[in-house]
């Protein structure tokens, strides 16, 4: 990518992406990826994680929607290529399904404020 979000300096964080699901194979499952660069490993260690399709009927019903993959305790691992990876959850990408699966990590526990934070993006692998 030619762009890249920089974060200076907060205590908490929130990042959200999606992909429509007609972007994805069918029949396939999926691992969700947060590929980011953080200044000191201390900061974003351990993260909460959701993954989860929202339907494109009724994006306000929340009976259309459902979860996934939601887990606590999730740990970022160093790539060979110097970026960090967290892994946000698998879910299944099926034949009828249409929307979008939406994936986020959050961290409010982290007692020092992060700095340096760069993410490149959420990568979706099929497994």
């Given at each position: 990518?030619?762009?890249?979000?920089?974060?200076?300096?907060?205590?908490?964080?929130?990042?959200?992406?999606?992909?429509?699901?007609?972007?994805?194979?069918?029949?396939?499952?999926?691992?969700?990826?947060?590929?980011?660069?953080?200044?000191?490993?201390?900061?974003?260690?351990?993260?909460?994680?959701?993954?989860?399709?929202?339907?494109?009927?009724?994006?306000?019903?929340?009976?259309?929607?459902?979860?996934?993959?939601?887990?606590?305790?999730?740990?970022?691992?160093?790539?060979?290529?110097?970026?960090?990876?967290?892994?946000?959850?698998?879910?299944?990408?099926?034949?009828?399904?249409?929307?979008?699966v939406e994936a986020w990590l959050t961290e409010?526990n982290s007692p020092i404020g992060m700095s340096?934070?760069?993410?490149?993006?959420?990568?979706?692998?099929?497994?």
């Open positions: 990518f030619s762009e890249a979000a920089a974060l200076r300096s907060i205590g908490w964080i929130h990042i959200q992406g999606k992909i429509a699901t007609q972007m994805l194979s069918k029949n396939t499952m999926y691992e969700a990826y947060l590929v980011f660069w953080v200044e000191r490993m201390d900061g974003l260690k351990s993260s909460n994680t959701v993954i989860r399709f929202a339907s494109e009927q009724s994006k306000s019903n929340t009976s259309n929607k459902r979860f996934e993959s939601r887990e606590t305790g999730k740990l970022a691992k160093m790539r060979a290529d110097g970026w960090v990876e967290i892994a946000l959850g698998k879910f299944y990408n099926g034949d009828g399904d249409n929307g979008e409010i340096g934070l760069v993410v490149e993006g959420i990568e979706f692998r099929p497994l």
